[in-house]
C-alpha cells in the first residue's frame, strides 16, 4: 500500500457528489419496502395469523408510496437515483418516468385487493406454503422493473417475479398446478434466458447497460451491429413474456390451476411487465427498429388478439376463458406499439392500466360465482342472477367493460386505437380490433346467458351464505375504479398522452440521467 | 481465440435446442441446464478472453488497456450463474414431483391440466 496514497484521486467524476435529495428515497423505496416486508413475513412463516396483517397495511403503505411518486413525476418530470452514488453510467441507476410510476401504481393497487381478496381464499394451509411474503416478493419483482433505468437489472426484476411466481403457482400441490406449472416454468425460463441473450448483444453493441445511455447512444445511429436481429431477439423474448401469439400457449395451460386470487394476481400483473420491458425497450430505446418492425408486430397484434378471442368462445371453464381474454388483451397493446406515436403509445399504456385493474376484477369474479355455483363450468353454473341480484349487476358492469362498451375504462382506449390506426391508414388493424371486442362480446354475453339467467339445475341445493366482505370489498373497488375512470377518462388520458410524449421524446428521462449533457444531445 | 469460443457457443446452442425439443421432460432439463451455459459462455467471448492483460488501469492513465478483457461481462456472468442455478435446481425438484404425481416423464401424455377430451360450451339451454 506504500506510496498509492499520495495519488490525487478525483472522486467527483465517478461518484455523485452531492448527499441525495429527500424526495428521491421515494423512488427505491416501493422496492425496498417489498422486499424488507418479504423477508420479514418469511421469518415470521409459522405465525400464519400474523401474515395478513402485515401484509395488508404493508401494501396501503406501497399504495400510498406510489402515489406520491406518481405526483412527484407528474409534477417534477422523471426523476433518477443511483446505487452507492455512482455516477450514471456505471452506477446502476432506477430511474422514473410517468409511465413506470402508473403501471407500478396500479400493480400494487391491484395487490392490495388480491391481498384482502385473499383472506377469505387463502386458507391456513396456502398462508403456510408463503402465500403473502411470495405475493411481497413478486411485487418487488414487479415494482423493480417498472421503476429500474438499467437493462440487466431489469433482467434480474424479471428473475425475482418469476421465482415467486413459481411459488404462488403451486400453492397446494394438486396435479393440475404440478402440470400447469412445469409448462409455465420451463416456457418462462426461456423467455428470460432469450431475454439475456439479447441483454448480452446489446452490452456488446453499445458498451453500457444504462437506458438512458443506450437512447443516446442508438438514436445517434451510426452502428454497423445487426441491430434489427438483436430487436427481434428482444421483440421474442418479451412478447413470450406477455403471451403474444404464436408463443402465448404457457397461458392457457397454467393460469386456471392456481387459487383464484394467484390467477387474479398473474393476469393483472405478470403479463403486463412483458408489454412494458416491450414498449420501453422497443419504443424507447430502440425506435428506429420498431419503426422497421412495425408492419410484424401489427401481424403479431392482430394473431394475438383474434387467437385469444378465439380461445374464449371455445372455453367452457371461466377461468380458461378469462385467461384467453388476457391473451386477447395482450393483442391490443401490441396493436398501440405496433402503431406507435404518441396516440398509439398513450392508447396501449391506457389498455395496459385498464387491463391490469379489469383482469384481475374479472378473476376474482369468477372465483365467486364458482363460490356461489359450485363450480367453473359454464355447464354446471346457473341461477347466479336469481341468487344476488347486485353480483350479477358488478358481473355484468365488468362484462360490458371487458368487451370495451361505453361507458366503462375498456371504451376509451380503444376508441385512441382506432381514430389513430385510422389516421395511420391501417384499416385493417382498426377493423381487427373492433371485431375481436364483438367477439369478447359474444363470449361474455354466453357467460352470462348461461351462468346468470338459466335457472339453476336444482335451486337451493347449494346453501351458501352471502359474499364475504373481504372478497366483496375489492371487487367493488376494482369495478368502482373501471367506471371511474371510464365516466371521467380525461385525467387517465391526459397521463397516458404525456407518458407517450416522454418515450417519443425522452428529453426529460435522459436529462434525469445526466444532468450535464443527456437533454442536449 | 474468441471465434473458437464462438462455434463452441453455437454448439452448445444447437446441443440445448436439439435436447428441449424432445418430449420427455428429463431431456428438457438437460437441454435447459445446457441453455444456460450457452449464455454464460456467450456472455463470457462478448467479453474478450485476454489472460495476459489484467483489467486494470496502468499508473499514469486514465484507460484500460485496449487488449484487456471488460471485466463487467464476467459479473453479469456471476449474477446469471447463480440464477440460473437456482432456477434448474427448482425445476429439477419440479420434474420430478410431476413425474411422481402424474406417473409419467412424457409431456404429451400430462395432461392433468388441460384434459383431451374438453366440451365445447353448451349452445343453448
Known amino acids: ?96 418516468d410517468l409511465l413506470g410510476a402508473a403501471m407500478a401504481l396500479t400493480a400494487a393497487i391491484v395487490a392490495l385487493a388480491a391481498a384482502v381478496y385473499a383472506l377469505a381464499e387463502i386458507g391456513t394451509s396456502g398462508r403456510r406454503y408463503g402465500f403473502f411474503p411470495l405475493l411481497m416478493l413478486l411485487l418487488a419483482g414487479v415494482s423493480g422493473a417498472f421503476l429500474t433505468g438499467d437493462v440487466f437489472n431489469l433482467y ?25 406449472a412445469l ?80 390467477s387474479a394476481l398473474f ?88 387491463s391490469m385493474v379489469l383482469m384481475t376484477a374479472l378473476y376474482l369474479l369468477a372465483g365467486q ?31 360490458f367493460a371487458v368487451s370495451g362498451l361505453p361507458p366503462f375504462s375498456g371504451f376509451w382506449p380503444k376508441v385512441v386505437l382506432v381514430k389513430a390506426s ?27 346467458l348461461l351462468a346468470y339467467w338459466r335457472p339453476a339445475a336444482d335451486e337451493g341445493s347449494m346453501a351458501v351464505g352471502p359474499i364475504k366482505w373481504q372478497a366483496g370489498l375489492p371487487l367493488i373497488a376494482l369495478t368502482a375504479l373501471v367506471v371511474g375512470f371510464g365516466v371521467f377518462p380525461e385525467s387517465l388520458l391526459q397521463l397516458t398522452q404525456a407518458a407517450a410524449a416522454g418515450l417519443e421524446q425522452p428529453s426529460a428521462y435522459l436529462h434525469s440521467v445526466f444532468p450535464q449533457t443527456g437533454g442536449a444531445q | 481465440m474468441e471465434a473458437v469460443f464462438a462455434v463452441l457457443v453455437g454448439l452448445f446452442f444447437s446441443a440445448a435446442i436439439y435436447l428441449m425439443l424432445s418430449k420427455f421432460s428429463i431431456r428438457i432439463m438437460l437441454g435447459i441446464a445446457i441453455l444456460g451455459n450457452a449464455v ?33 461481462p464476467q459479473a453479469l456472468i456471476l449474477t446469471a450463474i447463480v440464477i440460473s442455478f437456482s432456477f434448474l435446481a427448482f425445476l429439477l425438484v419440479l420434474t420430478y414431483r410431476a413425474y411422481q404425481d402424474l406417473k409419467t416423464d412424457d409431456t404429451g401424455e400430462m395432461l392433468a391440466a388441460e384434459p383431451d377430451e374438453r366440451p365445447l360450451p353448451p349452445l343453448g339451454y
Open chain 1, 1 to 96: 500500500m506504500a506510496g498509492s496514497t499520495d495519488i490525487p484521486v478525483d472522486l467527483s467524476a465517478a461518484l455523485v457528489a452531492a448527499p441525495v435529495p429527500l424526495g428521491h428515497w421515494l423512488v427505491i423505496a416501493p422496492i425496498a419496502l417489498c422486499i424488507g416486508l418479504g423477508a420479514i413475513l418469511l421469518m415470521l412463516r409459522n405465525r400464519t395469523e400474523w401474515q395478513a396483517w402485515i401484509a395488508i397495511p404493508g401494501l396501503l403503505l406501497l399504495v400510498l408510496i406510489d402515489i406520491a411518486l406518481l405526483g412527484k413525476v407528474a409534477s417534477e418530470g422523471a426523476v433518477t437515483m443511483v446505487m452507492g452514488r455512482w455516477l450514471p453510467p456505471f452506477g446502476i441507476a432506477f430511474s422514473v
Open chain 1, 156 to 180: 434480474v426484476w424479471f428473475e425475482v417475479l418469476l421465482i415467486s411466481s413459481f411459488g404462488l403457482l403451486i400453492l397446494g400441490s394438486e396435479r393440475e398446478q404440478i402440470d400447469g
Open chain 1, 183 to 262: 409448462k409455465y416454468a420451463v416456457l418462462n425460463l426461456i423467455a428470460t434466458t432469450l431475454f439475456l441473450v439479447s441483454v448480452g448483444y446489446l452490452y456488446a453493441v453499445f458498451g453500457t447497460l444504462n437506458m438512458a445511455d443506450i437512447a443516446i447512444k442508438a438514436r445517434a445511429g451510426g452502428s454497423t451491429a445487426p441491430m434489427m436481429t438483436l430487436a427481434g431477439l428482444f421483440l421474442l423474448a418479451f412478447g413470450m413474456k406477455a403471451a403474444a401469439f404464436p408463443v402465448n400457449f404457457w397461458l392457457p395451460a397454467s393460469y386456471h390451476t392456481p387459487r383464484i386470487t394467484v
Open chain 1, 267 to 354: 393476469a393483472g400483473l405478470l403479463t403486463k411487465v412483458g408489454v412494458y420491458a416491450l414498449i420501453r425497450i422497443l419504443v424507447m430505446l430502440l425506435p428506429i427498429e420498431r419503426t422497421e418492425l412495425g408492419p410484424m408486430i401489427t401481424v403479431v397484434a392482430i394473431a394475438t388478439m383474434l387467437a385469444g378471442v378465439v380461445g374464449a368462445l371455445g372455453s367452457t371453464d371461466i377461468r380458461r376463458l378469462l385467461g384467453y381474454i388476457v391473451i386477447s388483451g395482450i393483442g391490443t397493446m401490441l396493436a398501440g406499439v405496433a402503431l406507435g406515436g404518441a396516440a398509439g403509445l398513450s392508447g396501449a399504456i391506457f389498455y395496459a392500466l385498464h
Open chain 1, 369 to 399: 360465482a364458482a363460490r356461489l355455483g359450485g363450480s367453473f363450468s359454464l355447464t354446471a353454473l346457473g341461477g347466479l342472477y336469481r341468487r344476488n341480484g347486485w353480483f350479477a349487476g358488478l358481473s355484468l358492469i365488468l362484462f
Open chain 1, 422 to 448: 385510422l389516421a395511420a391508414g391501417a384499416w385493417w388493424l382498426a377493423a381487427a380490433i373492433l371485431l375481436a371486442g364483438f367477439l369478447t362480446t359474444i363470449a361474455f354475453g354466453r357467460v352470462f
Open chain 2, 40 to 72: 454464460n459462455l456467450l456472455l463470457f467471448t462478448a467479453g474478450r478472453i485476454t489472460p495476459e492483460v489484467p483489467p486494470i488501469i496502468p499508473q499514469g492513465a486514465s484507460t484500460l488497456d485496449l487488449a484487456a478483457a471488460n471485466p463487467l
